[in-house]
């Protein structure tokens, strides 16, 4: 099992910033994308960045330019940077690994989700 822990949510005025982390730790015997998502009331969960370990990375268009997602490796740690926040980004962010506990088999985990929200 992966146990994934989040933080680094909180409030913020509209144009400020924040770093979410999110730690993985368990029996891990490789990591093949962490990523960050996000659920505002009455939407649906979004995918908001993602990062694979060939280097790859994604981002949703409404965060282009103002997030970065990055990971430590070593320490099985994703970063979120968020910059120049929006009210439209209040959500409740969510930590998704999709990582290997016995070889040959990959499963998704989920954080448990820490809140950020942007006041105007």
């Known amino acids: 099992q992966v146990q994934l822990v989040e933080s680094g949510g909180g409030l913020v005025q509209a144009g400020g910033s924040l770093r979410l982390s999110c730690a993985a730790s368990g029996s891990i015997l490789s990591i093949n994308v962490m990523g960050w998502y996000r659920q505002a009331p009455g939407k649906q969960r979004e995918l908001v960045a993602r990062?694979?370990?060939?280097?790859?990375?994604n981002y949703a268009d409404s965060v282009k330019g103002r997030f970065t997602i990055s990971r430590d490796n070593a320490k099985n740690t994703m970063y979120l940077q968020m910059n120049s926040l929006k009210p439209e980004d209040t959500a409740v962010y969510y930590c998704?690994?999709?990582?290997?506990?016995?070889?040959?088999?990959?499963?998704?985990?989920w954080g448990q989700g820490t809140q950020v929200t942007v006041s105007s």
């Open positions: 990062d694979t370990s060939t280097g790859n990375t």
């Open positions: 998704n690994v999709i990582a290997s506990t016995t070889p040959g088999v990959a499963r998704i985990y």
